[in-house]
């Protein structure tokens, strides 16, 4: 097992999915910064960097719970995951927004 916590004990499967998961969430951020453009009706290019800097910040997020142990404690994480999973739904809603004003 991978030693994430510094303390030297060895990591349940929990933390081990918790490690990919930040791996996968900011993989998608890069991804998305990377090759996510004008090809999607009502994803605007500051639309794009918004949601490159949730990805990133959901998966750092994901970083700190390895060390905390939980997502709801302390409760700044708690907060920090709930601002993210805000800005994911107000991205949403945006591009949403956007395909109706903007007909294809």
Do not use: H
Request: contains cysteine.
């Amino acid at each position: 097992m991978v030693d994430f916590s510094g303390t030297g004990e060895a990591v349940e499967i929990v933390d081990q999915f918790n490690a990919v998961e930040a791996v996968f969430w900011i993989v998608l951020g890069v991804l998305t910064a990377l090759f996510a453009g004008g090809r999607l009706p009502g994803f605007t290019g500051i639309l794009r960097i918004w949601l490159v800097c949730t990805l990133i910040a959901f998966g750092i997020s994901d970083l700190c719970e390895l060390r905390t142990g939980a997502w709801w404690r302390p409760w700044w994480l708690l907060v920090w995951k709930g601002a993210c999973l805000l800005s994911f739904a107000a991205i949403a809603f945006q591009v949403q927004k956007n395909r109706k004003i903007t007909p294809s």
